[in-house]
């Protein structure tokens, strides 16, 4: 498989083929799913959730995505690996997303970052983007704005924030992002705004009518089973297959069936 680029992202998107996108936090994991074709790589700012066990996305740092990052590129061979400015980085102070947008560029080897917001940070993305650093854009359900809205429940099922939705896609676009994930929307509007802009989008509970889909990879190969919404597939149940495989291993130790003479020196 060849590299993937943001160009050979558009080609796809052009050629009609999906975008595959799952995100990793680790070498270990990031090199299973380059291994097996994966087209993006998202260092997603849920390191929060499923790396550090933080309730929200808000606690992790710039550092902590930086830790994260690093690792994951070292694992990569073929993906594009996309890094999230982590919350309280990018917001209000364009000069301070470059700065940690340059700090993830030249700290981990990543190859694009990813920040939430439309029309509110166009002057971070602008800024970003003057410099070189290709920027995917996230609408739609914004976990970094959680406490803004109260609720995980689907973003955008009135008129006025689907209007804004497809307003600020439209900018995304315009400013020149190669990209955008669309969060937890109805997929009719999904489908409207993949139709409206010439760059690819991603969905995350958006429907079939978009140009790709991501997951987070322990939600898919079902690691935490507390996690269960309507758009998750599960592919595997890796909570059964460690729990059962652990627990083998608690019995051979107990049982003195582990280590045999063929295990030891
Ligand atoms: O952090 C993340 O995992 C994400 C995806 C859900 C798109 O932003
Ligand atoms: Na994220």
Known sequence: KKKVTTHSLLKLKQKGEKISMLTAYDYSMAKIIDGAGIDIILVGDSASNVMAGNETTLPITLDHMIYHASS???????ALVVVDIPFGSYQGDSHKALDSAIRIMKETGGHAVKMEGGAEIKNSI?????A?????GHLGLMPQSIYKYGTY????KQEEEANKLIEDAKLLEELGC????LEKIPAELAKRVAEA????VIGIGAGQ????QVLVMHDMLGINNDFAPRFLRK?????EIITDAVGSYIEDVKGRDFPNEKECY
């Open 72 to 78: 994951v590129v070292k694992a990569v061979e073929t």
């Open 126 to 130: 602008e800024r970003i983007l003057s």
């Open 132 to 136: 070189g650093v290709p920027v995917m």
């Open 153 to 156: 429940a689907v973003r955008a």
């Open 178 to 181: 190669f990209a955008m994930v």
């Open 197 to 200: 802009v010439s760059i690819p």
């Open 209 to 212: 009518d978009v140009d790709g």
């Open 235 to 239: 592919y595997a149940n890796l909570h």
